[in-house]
């Protein structure tokens, strides 16, 4: 078993920043890579971001360029940076943690809401 925990989201004004993390406990060592999605209202959750416990990084082709993930292995903790926010960020942020094909855990969600 794998638990996540996010922080980190909140209310930002448009071209404000924000840090998401996700701290990762329980059996770690099993996790192949990590990742972030995010879902809107109304719209299907959606990927943003995935990096490997060696650090490779993927981004989904819609992300922007404003997006880095990260991540702390002496933490446990993958990171979300998101730059120069807009109002089309808007969303429920959720952290993943796939350990095979078949298994796969989620956190509960940060609320990220971008409006003036």
């Known amino acids: 078993q794998v638990q996540l925990v996010e922080s980190g989201g909140g209310l930002v004004q448009p071209g404000g920043s924000l840090r998401l993390s996700c701290a990762a406990s329980?059996?770690?060592?099993?996790?192949?890579?990590m990742g972030w999605y995010r879902q809107a209202p109304g719209k299907q959750r959606e990927l943003v971001a995935t990096?490997?416990?060696?650090?490779?990084?993927n981004y989904a082709d819609s992300v922007p360029v404003r997006f880095t993930i990260s991540r702390d292995n002496a933490k446990n903790t993958v990171y979300l940076q998101m730059n120069s926010l807009k109002p089309e960020d808007t969303a429920v942020y959720y952290c993943?943690?796939?350990?095979?094909?078949?298994?796969?855990?989620w956190g509960q969600g940060t609320q990220v809401t971008v409006s003036s």
């Open positions: 993943n943690a796939v350990v095979a094909a078949w298994e796969n855990y």
């Open positions: 990096i490997t416990s060696g650090g490779s990084t």
């Open positions: 329980g059996n770690i060592f099993s996790i192949k890579y």
